[in-house]
């Protein structure tokens, strides 16, 4: 199986700040990499996929890049909205793996 | 609106069996892709199974393989998960997940549920 390693496991940053989380994953995985946002006790929301494509409804604040074994995930200007769990997956191939999140809170 | 509703989560002795449904509404059922993911207590997310549009083809984790069934009837516009021989270790919240983008092998989600809590003790 893929393993997906997420970092950092958190972070603190203040609204307006610019925020990047890596993903790595133990086995080149070309694009196909997706990245969600979960907030407490609600469902995850889709925010990037093919490592670098922006879901639709998505704030262009975000952005995903990456190809092979090395993702970033970058949130440009941080909102209050932004404070929140995100986590990386593979679908290269079955079974799809996850990172094992990034809680972003407020500094 | 696209919403996916996950129901049948309770809590069930070692051994025993549970049925998870998943309604699904506000799109064409079956068009998509459907998954089943579960998040432990603590840990993190867990890919558990896929079915196949028609509902011909399924896929597993290991963790599961041989236990669980997953099975859609796109009549009801629902995806299921039946769940037996059930260990301590499949003490999670489950949740659906619409596929939406494929690498022809496996898929990216769009639309999750906000799950079904299951405990084995």
């Known amino acids: 199986d893929i393993q997906m390693t997420q970092s950092p496991s958190s972070l603190s940053a203040s609204v307006g700040d610019r925020v990047t989380i890596t993903c790595r994953a133990s086995?080149?995985?070309?694009?196909?990499l997706a990245w969600y946002q979960q907030k407490p006790g609600k469902a995850p929301k889709s925010l990037i996929y093919a490592a670098s494509s922006l879901q639709s409804g998505v704030p262009s604040r975000f952005s995903g890049s990456g190809s092979g074994t090395y993702f970033t995930l970058t949130i440009n200007s941080l909102q209050p909205e932004d404070f929140a769990t995100y986590f990386c997956q593979h679908y290269n191939n079955y079974p799809v793996t996850f990172g094992g999140g990034t809680k972003v809170e407020i500094k | 609106q696209v919403q996916l509703v996950e129901s049948g989560g309770g809590v069930v002795q070692p051994g025993r069996s549970l049925g998870l449904s998943c309604a699904a509404s506000?799109?064409?059922?079956?068009?998509?892709?459907m998954h089943w993911v579960r998040q432990a207590p603590g840990k993190g997310l867990e890919w558990v199974a896929v079915?196949?549009?028609?509902?011909?083809?399924?896929t597993y984790a290991d963790s599961v393989k041989g236990r669980f069934t997953i099975s859609r009837d796109n009549s009801k516009n629902t995806v299921y998960l039946q769940m037996s021989s059930l260990t301590t270790e499949d003490t999670a919240v489950y949740s659906c997940a619409r596929e939406f983008h494929s690498s022809n092998l496996a898929g990216a989600f769009d639309i999750w549920g906000q799950g079904t809590r299951v405990s084995v003790s």
């Open positions: 086995q080149g995985i070309s694009s196909w």
């Open positions: 506000g799109f064409t059922f079956s068009s998509y892709v």
């Open positions: 079915i196949s549009k028609d509902g011909s083809t399924q």
